[in-house]
Antibody, heavy 125, light 113 residues
Framework: EVQLVESGGGLAQPGRSLRLSCGAS????????MHWVRQVPGKGLEWVAG????????GYADSVRGRFTISRDNAKKSLYLQMNSLRADDTALYFC??????????????????WGRGTLVAVSS | DIVMTQSPDSLAVSLGERATINCKSS????????????LAWYQHKPGQPPKLLIY???TRASGVPDRFSGSGSGTDFTLTISSLQAEDVAVYYC?????????FGQGTKLEIK
């Protein structure tokens, strides 16, 4: 079955860290760029970070740059998001998302054709 | 960043009737080099992953019923459901991929009247 399954969410105190993971199955993971997108409760979607197929290109939203790190392990068919210095406004449902192509960060992007169900991150003291 | 604004925020439509959702971008997402609009639509039901409905503003994704259609160009786009079915209750998002600083609309919640 073609799917993405996120894990690693939970409750964290402000200033602490969490690491999200995403396992891919049913497609050739190392052929595609991947992304993290989040949804604040009751709000819309926000793109967080993207990574190319070989980790050669990476990008971040301004709101997380310098605090979050996206990475991937193609041998394990896994995507990661290391979240440091967490803030209350990082509270959200985090989705792992597959790109249509392998590269990220070119002049123009592509749409996203596969999403996971998400993992919930709550940041509170 | 390109700001995406959807209207309305919520919509109630009777079964079998037409539903129309609008999306406006703060700058054109039409790329002149290939004459493509870098605009997609997603459907999100609670507890499920968001689902790709439309890409390139008007191309239906595989398996999407033909009652869903997308239109528009430049900065103004529309998602139309020609005859609303009960299973179409969801939140719908537009998404620009013209810039790799991807952005989404705030979402439109579609309900049955």
């Amino acid at each position: 079955e073609v799917q993405l399954v996120e894990s690693g969410g939970g409750l964290a105190q402000p200033g602490r860290s969490l690491r999200l993971s995403c396992g891919a199955s049913g497609f050739s993971f190392d052929d595609f760029a991947m992304h993290w997108v989040r949804q604040v409760p009751g709000k819309g979607l926000e793109w967080v970070a993207g990574i190319g197929w070989n980790s050669g290109s990476i990008g971040y939203a301004d709101s997380v740059r310098g605090r979050f790190t996206i990475s991937r392990d193609n041998a394990k068919k896994s995507l990661y998001l290391q979240m440091n210095s967490l803030r209350a406004d990082d509270t959200a449902l985090y989705f792992c998302v597959k790109d249509m192509v392998g590269y990220y960060g070119d002049h123009r992007g592509w749409y996203f054709d596969l999403w996971g169900r998400g993992t919930l991150v709550a940041v509170s003291s | 960043d390109i700001v995406m604004t959807q209207s309305p925020d919520s919509l109630a439509v009777s079964l079998g009737e037409r539903a129309t959702i609008n999306c406006k971008s703060s700058q054109s997402v039409l790329y002149s080099s290939n004459n493509r609009n870098y605009l997609a639509w997603y459907q999100h039901k609670p507890g499920q992953p968001p689902k790709l409905l439309i890409y390139w503003a008007s191309t239906r994704a595989s398996g999407v019923p033909d009652r869903f259609s997308g239109s528009g160009s430049g900065t103004d786009f529309t998602l139309t459901i020609s005859s609303l079915q009960a299973e179409d209750v969801a939140v719908y998002y537009c998404h620009q991929y013209y810039s790799t600083l991807y952005t989404f609309g705030q979402g439109t919640k579609l309900e049955i009247k």
